[in-house]
């Protein structure tokens, strides 16, 4: 493709810890995209225990010679996501930044798309659908659960909807002044960094859009191990989002928890009491496999027949993540509250 100079140069940050499985394919997506402008691709390089590095070795070298699209790499020490996307940010150069996960693969005319959003909404950061993918009868439920109102409630960017203003966005295309503005991303957010960036952003008078037109494929977890400590760490974090910002919970987050308590109380009421206290265990596992169907349509029975697995481990975990979160965590993380910055 022939470069257009005329366009905003664009900065792909990615902070990756073990992505020896998708790293290279999600690069490619990026280096294969639909976008005429000059691309970089800065990878943040955790402490992987995989082949991580070494394929992102392979990338610099591949690519060094390429005028329109390099890839470069810092390093993370910490292997944490939002120290990693700090250092790609300061190691990268271009006015637009667009974040994307070592798992994730834009779809074709993501930054082109993202880049005349910016432009016609006049946005500080814009976003869309994440869309779960699988590979195997697994991740093919996991995806089917995280894309079904059954699974997350409304959530736009898993589920869709129409563009407009958002409290938050799935990964987000920014503006480089902004990100610079605000400081970047508070560290201390292990996770939901990106709602509370977007909240200091928010709260400075800058626009968060949601577009259903951006789309970005995502490889669920390729385990029920692994899928319940990514949703009990969302829990766990999203209990610290409560305590970090007032009023900012709502029914849809208080669902998982409410469960996991109910549960609880009717197995112990059953056991000890009654019988009759397993009608709520009973009601919530028919409740789950008559979601399973519609979320299910069009798959293999082997991926149907997992649905209900994915969904209560996701409802499970996430509400016992958000109740066990402790108190002294959110503490620290308002310790380290940054106000957000108004330009002057």
């Known amino acids: 493709m022939t470069q257009d100079t005329s366009l905003p140069a664009v900065s792909v940050i990615m902070p990756v810890l073990n992505e020896e499985r998708h790293l290279r394919s999600s690069v490619r997506h990026i280096l294969e995209q639909e976008y005429a402008g000059e691309l970089e691709v800065v990878i943040a390089l955790g402490p992987s225990e995989d082949r991580t590095d070494a394929i992102a070795a392979e990338l610099v070298a591949e690519t060094a010679e390429n005028p329109r699209a390099r890839v470069h790499t810092v390093p993370n020490p910490t292997g944490r996501t939002p120290a990693g996307l700090n250092a790609a940010i300061k190691a990268s150069r271009h006015p637009v930044v667009v974040r994307v996960d070592g798992h994730g693969m834009l779809s074709p005319d993501y930054i082109a798309t993202a880049v005349r959003l910016l432009e016609e909404t006049g946005a500080a950061n814009v976003g869309g659908i994440m869309h779960a993918e699988g590979e195997n009868a697994w991740e ?21 909807g129409q563009a407009g203003e958002a409290e938050t966005v799935y990964l987000g295309v920014f503006r480089r002044e902004v990100l610079e503005q605000q400081g970047g991303y508070n560290e201390e957010f292990i996770r939901a960094q990106d709602w509370e960036l977007n909240f200091r952003i928010r709260e400075a008078g800058g626009l968060v859009w949601f577009s259903p037109e951006l789309r970005v494929s995502y490889r669920p977890r390729p385990s029920v191990r692994a899928l319940a400590k990514q949703y009990r760490n969302y829990g766990r974090w999203r209990h610290v989002v409560a305590r970090y910002h007032a009023g900012s919970i709502n029914l849809r987050y208080l669902a998982p928890p409410a469960a996991v308590c109910a549960l609880a109380a009717g197995v112990v009421v059953g056991a000890l009491v009654t019988p009759w206290g397993f009608v709520v265990p009973g009601g919530y596992l028919a409740a789950i496999a008559a979601g399973s169907l519609p979320a299910g349509a069009g798959l293999p029975l082997a991926a149907r027949a997992r649905i209900p697995v994915a969904l209560a481990t996701m409802h499970m975990s996430w509400g016992w993540g958000f109740l ?10 308002v310790a380290s509250r940054r106000e957000p910055v108004r330009q002057g």
């Open 140 to 160: 093919d439920a996991v995806a089917a659960a995280m894309t079904s109102k059954i699974g997350v409630g409304n959530a736009a960017f898993h589920t869709g």
């Open 324 to 333: 066990t979160s402790p108190r002294k965590l959110a503490k620290k993380v």
